[in-house]
């Protein structure tokens, strides 16, 4: 398997997968479809496979691995052909590229199949950024905007610097940095659940730092921090424009006048 | 004198504690902070770095993957040292085997040079009932023992206390102690106190960093001077470790010590190394005329039984894992409940202590992998955990060897409801006909909505899904497919 920071990519393919993620599918469609329009608009035809559902990553981090490994099977027999798949989220590509391959290592049947499936996933921002490698034409007013970067995103997959190399095309956005920038928000899946004390402590600090950087606005390449971030800056009734979107939604609003 | 006690079965509890104790929250935050800063400073080229650390991780693996070889070697060689060296399976048999040695001297007086393994078999309290005064010599040991508790941090005990609290801690136990918060004038007054220790002491015991097979040496890894002065002053040296601290030869010490100096607190090397090779020898003038070596497992052959698991003893005890921790930064050590705390507790407690007490420590993370990421020796701690985790709830496969506690945190509903969720997630017409009710219904959930809602609005669902988004979106395309599947 390819390292982090090491990965060498394939060059510009006429079509790809879409995998949404189960968090995208219920919070942010829109986001969805903001990506395919930045895919597409590369000139890449989009599959939407319909039968998709989720990675599995839930139950993995939960210590269910045989329940994740009978999702993983399903959801990786839904992309027989060899395009890559496009993630929507870092976790979700993390889940995808680096632990399939782990969950399936001693297994005699599909342990080729999870290397080779992991192979072929990239994440959003990764195959925009280097894949594509997109050219951004900012066609909005001048504001500025802090990346909240997913760890596994980040260590996984290293993705902070694609969704960082992304908004510094946007030549009228100013992009922030927070303080503890590569530091978790507290989500961390049923963590927010088990120890929801500590979470609290962290997604308090993580907004607080998000918004200690002055920026307009908030975006991540994933619904898991996003609804974390989100959901405590409402608590505290300081959501307003200021609510975190996808990388995609950004992107695109920004840039959706503007030819590839 | 009854130390404060913690418990891993406690962590929920204890943690909260903590988040409720600001003073607690600030000085771990300015001193993670600090740390952090060193470490970054100490490792400046990120190449160089990557390189060292895969040096580290096969130095580790190596010499664990002949442990018991190793094992025998370094007995042998310690003994044709002039080193007594004695093999403990477990805490009560360590504490004895210690205790005896002492009272065989006679000795009532004991200084300690800091040995976190000491603190896992629970040494001093064991001492303490004998009759046996053992005073701790490293100044933040020295400083929790004052104040009735154990360490909060690997290589940094007393990181929780800042210096108003240990004003306080001397002027309550030391004699004409002149008040004040300088930091230089309270470490000469502790320095003093325990320069009487020395000379009084009949019997130092101390921790070992590196055990090295080849030369039959212990090396000790120090900034005061106390791991030289209680291995050399008292008449008696008795040093303690885990069995998996042994090294192969003498050239893997340097590189381990110089990334384990630099992961922990920035610095290239440390004030003081020690190389203890025997007993004084004739005609040499100072020196223990006694040394002895305990070796103990105390649970760390289960770890080396499973080959996965087998990685959590690569640990060389910098504490980065813990300095880079958000987790700890917030909650202190103490919370934890265990001898080694932070994210490499969570991983080695299990082994120590069982997976019963435990199974809270081994959720009590985001899998962020801060902990992965600055890990000397490269070991897997997010992966652990997941493994971890996954035996807390279910029984040992036939092919794997069973860990003390193996699905003690087994929970049928739990169990069930994963399994409902895998047969949705794999159902794809019920699955999409599930989210789109569920956004359906979103708006008349509870508020509150549990654990999600103490600091968090409950999650604004989309009016519909991004599946029955992209219906609408091909039924409108006529490029597109409207039959679903692939496409």
């Not at chain 1, 090491?6 to 919070?27: E, G, H, N, Q």
């Not at chain 1, 009228?172 to 004390?197: I, P, T």
């Not at chain 2, 988040?19 to 902070?33: E, I, K, V």
């Not at chain 2, 440390?270 to 003038?285: K, L, Q, V």
Request: proline share 4%; charged share 20%.
């Amino acid at each position: 398997m390819s390292q982090t920071g090491l990965r060498i990519y394939p060059s510009k393919p006429s079509k790809v997968y879409f995998y949404a993620t189960c968090l995208l599918d219920l919070l942010d469609p829109d986001g969805g479809i903001a990506a395919i329009e930045l895919i597409e608009r590369e000139g890449v035809e989009v599959i939407w496979v319909e039968k998709q559902s989720c990675c599995g990553q839930p139950a993995y981090t939960s210590g269910y691995q045989e329940q994740a490994k009978t999702v993983a099977l399903s959801q990786m027999a839904l992309f027989p052909e060899d395009h890559p798949i496009v993630v929507m989220s870092g976790s979700c590509a993390g889940m995808m590229f680096k632990h399939y391959p782990h969950l399936f290592a001693n297994d005699d049947i599909y342990a080729d199949q999870a290397e080779a499936f992991a192979e072929r996933v990239f994440e959003f921002s990764e195959f925009l950024a280097h894949i594509c490698r997109a050219k951004l034409h900012d066609q909005g007013p001048l504001t500025s905007v802090v990346l909240h970067t997913s760890c596994s995103g980040r260590r996984e997959l290293g993705i902070h610097a694609s969704s960082q190399a992304l908004l510094s095309q946007l030549d009228k956005v100013e992009l922030k940095k927070a303080e503890y920038e590569s530091e978790c928000c507290g989500f961390g899946g049923s963590f927010s659940l088990r120890h929801s004390e500590i979470s609290q402590a962290m997604v308090e600090d993580k907004a607080r730092h998000l918004q200690g950087s002055g920026a307009s606005y908030l975006v991540s390449a994933d619904w898991g921090c996003l609804a974390n971030i989100n959901g405590h800056l409402a608590y505290r009734g300081e959501a307003s424009r200021f609510n975190g979107q996808h990388l995609a939604s950004f992107l695109w609003q920004r840039t959706k006048g503007a030819k590839a | 004198m009854s130390v404060q006690h913690y418990y891993p079965s406690q962590f929920k509890q204890q943690a909260s504690d903590a988040l409720a104790n600001q003073t607690l929250r600030s000085n771990f935050r300015g001193a993670m902070d600090y740390l952090q800063q060193k470490r970054k400073d100490a490792f400046s080229d990120p190449q160089e770095l990557a390189q060292l650390r895969e040096h580290a991780e096969n130095i580790r693996q190596r010499c664990l993957s002949k442990l018991p070889q190793l094992l025998e070697q370094l007995e042998k060689n310690c003994q044709a040292n002039g080193i007594q060296v004695h093999w403990a399976e477990d805490a009560k048999q360590a504490q004895q085997l210690i205790a005896e040695l002492i009272q065989s001297q006679g000795a009532t007086k004991v200084v300690k040079g800091k040995s976190m393994v000491t603190e896992e078999i629970e040494l001093n309290q064991h001492l303490e009932g004998l009759g046996i005064e053992c005073v701790e010599s490293d100044m933040g040991e020295y400083i929790v023992q004052l104040a009735k508790e154990t360490p909060s941090h690997i290589i940094m005990p007393a990181i929780h206390k800042n210096k108003q609290q240990v004003a306080d801690l001397f002027k309550q136990h030391i004699k004409d102690f002149d008040y004040t918060l300088s930091v230089d004038k309270l470490i000469q007054t502790g320095r003093e106190a325990l320069r009487t220790k020395f000379k009084q002491a009949e019997v130092g015991i101390s921790g070992v960093n590196f055990a090295v097979a080849e030369t039959g040496t212990l090396c000790l890894v120090e900034n005061e001077g106390n791991g030289r002065m209680t291995t050399t002053v008292p008449p008696v040296h008795i040093a303690v470790t885990g069995i998996e601290k042994v090294v192969e030869f003498l050239s893997d010490v340097p590189p381990l010590f110089s990334i384990l100096t630099r992961s922990a607190t920035g610095q290239h090397i440390t004030t003081y190394f020690n190389m203890i090779s025997g007993p004084r020898r004739a005609p040499e003038r100072d020196g223990p005329s006694e040394v002895h070596l305990v070796l103990l497992d105390n649970g760390r052959s289960q770890a080396y039984a499973d080959e996965a698991l087998r990685k959590t003893l690569q640990c060389i005890r910098c504490g980065a894992c813990m300095n880079h921790c958000p987790v700890y930064t917030r909650v202190g050590g103490h919370a934890y409940g265990t001898t080694y705390p932070g994210p490499i507790g969570k991983i080695i407690s299990p082994h120590l202590q069982g997976l019963a007490q435990t199974s809270d420590l081994v959720t009590a993370s985001s899998l962020c992998g801060a902990c992965e990421e600055v890990c000397p020796v490269k070991i897997p701690i997010p992966s652990l955990l997941q493994r971890l985790r996954h035996d807390a709830k279910l029984p040992a496969a036939e092919q794997t060897p069973s860990l003390k506690g193996q699905a003690s945190a087994a929970s049928w509903t739990e169990h069930t409801a994963w399994r409902m969720w895998a047969w949705l997630s794999t159902h794809p017409s019920i699955y999409n006909w599930a989210m789109a009710v569920g956004v359906k219904l979103a708006k008349y959930l509870p508020m509150p909505m549990g654990e999600w809602t103490r600091c968090r609005n409950k999650p604004e669902l989309a009016s519909q899904t991004f599946h029955q988004t992209m219906k609408r979106r091909a039924s409108k395309s006529v490029t597109r497919s409207a039959t679903g599947g692939a496409r």
